[in-house]
Structure formats: C-alpha cells, structure tokens
Nanobody, 122 residues
C-alpha cells in the first residue's frame, strides 16, 4: 500500500479556485492509478478524477472543464486544480491509489488518504 496525505483544502467563495495536493510515500506511485473522490455530508463517496500511470486522465461529468488532475512522479504527488467552484462541490475530498482497470469505483482502490474538507460558500 501507499501512504497518502492530502493538503490544500479550505473555505472558498463560489466561483473561486483551490488546488488540492496529495503526497504519496512508502512506495513510488509510478505504477499506480491515482484518483480523487469526494463525499458530501449524507451522500456516498463519488468519483471526481483519475490519472493512470500512462498519464491518461478521466474526469467526472460534474467537474469536466472545471477540475484538472495532474501527477508528478518525480515528486510523488498528484494534484487537483479546482476552478469555478460551486456550492455543490462542498465535500471531503480523498486521494486514492490503486492498480486497476475501472477507475470510477472506490472499491478498486486499496490506498486512501484521510480526506480534506473543501467548503464552497455561496
């Protein structure tokens, strides 16, 4: 497993931007698919974005055009740039790592960060 620690969350006004970062340790993340999920209060954890070891990216329809996932294997980090934030983006955001084919299911990831709060005020 990979140890993951998120940073960069906080409170932002609607329309603003935040950049989340996830630092991996314990193992290099080169061969892992890295992803971001989020969980709003009272809702199930949902897929936000993923990036394979090849660099291929996936973004949920709800964030496409606003969020961008990226990775830096040399630094062992994966980031999520979030622009044009909406109140619906308020959630705890989780970084995840796994070796898998289907990127959208949280069941396919075996390493998780502790989560970080993102709150968007309207």
């Amino acid at each position: 497993q990979v140890l993951l620690v998120e940073s960069g969350g906080g409170l932002v006004q609607s329309g603003g931007s935040l950049r989340l970062s996830c630092a991996a340790s314990g193992r290099t993340m080169d061969s892992y698919t890295m992803a971001w999920f989020r969980q709003a209060l009272g809702k199930e954890r949902e897929f936000v974005a993923a990036i394979r070891d090849s660099g291929v990216r996936y973004h949920a329809d709800s964030v496409k055009g606003r969020f961008t996932i990226s990775r830096d294997n040399a630094k062992n980090t994966v980031d999520l740039q979030m622009n044009s934030l909406k109140s619906d983006d308020t959630a705890v955001y989780y970084c995840a790592a796994g070796r898998l084919n289907v990127v959208g299911s949280p069941l396919n990831y075996d390493s998780w960060g502790q989560g970080i709060q993102v709150t968007v005020s309207s």
